[in-house]
């Protein structure tokens, strides 16, 4: 394995999340056909903004993606932004965690009691990263070892 080749991974969004949303959509797009005609007026707008809405927002957190280099670790959703990003050197610590069952349900990021910072796309594994300051930035992935593995490989190169 080239020891200095970045390590790249995207982990698409949970199945049943876009279901939930497609599912919104369908109903939102009822609601327009019971509507009587005299009211569509006020109406379609208002479901037209809540269906984009919710396709922006999907599409939005539709993949988690993390890449580790030589200049740290990087991380974002699906357009590349929000993310985030820690210089090797700001990493006093990594370990695989599990998620628990309120925290499996969130995708995007949001801070938590349990892990700090928590940005993921779907599932129950993650990397919470210490950083030197104390603070904690946990990281969703179904790549968990590998994801450990490339920070590790690249805070040894960088001693």
Do not use: C
């Amino acid at each position: 394995m080239n020891q200095t080749a970045p390590y790249e991974h995207r982990q698409p969004l949970a199945r049943w999340i876009l279901v939930l949303m497609a599912g919104v959509i369908a109903f939102e797009l009822a609601l327009v056909a019971i509507v009587p005609p005299s009211s569509r007026a006020l109406v379609v707008p208002e479901i037209a903004l809540v269906i984009v809405i919710l396709v922006a927002i999907t599409w939005m957190i539709s993949a988690m993606r993390t890449r580790v280099d030589a200049g740290g670790v990087w991380w974002s959703l699906a357009w590349g932004w929000p993310g985030g990003h820690l210089a090797l050197a700001q990493i006093a610590s990594v370990e695989r965690t599990e998620l628990n069952w309120l925290e499996r349900g969130n995708s995007g990021f949001t801070w938590t009691m349990w892990h700090g910072w928590l940005w993921h796309a779907a599932g129950a594994h993650a990397v919470e990263i210490t950083k030197t300051d104390g603070s904690r930035v946990t990281l969703g992935t179904d790549d968990p070892q590998g994801l450990v593995e490339a920070i590790e490989r690249f805070r040894q190169g960088a001693a």
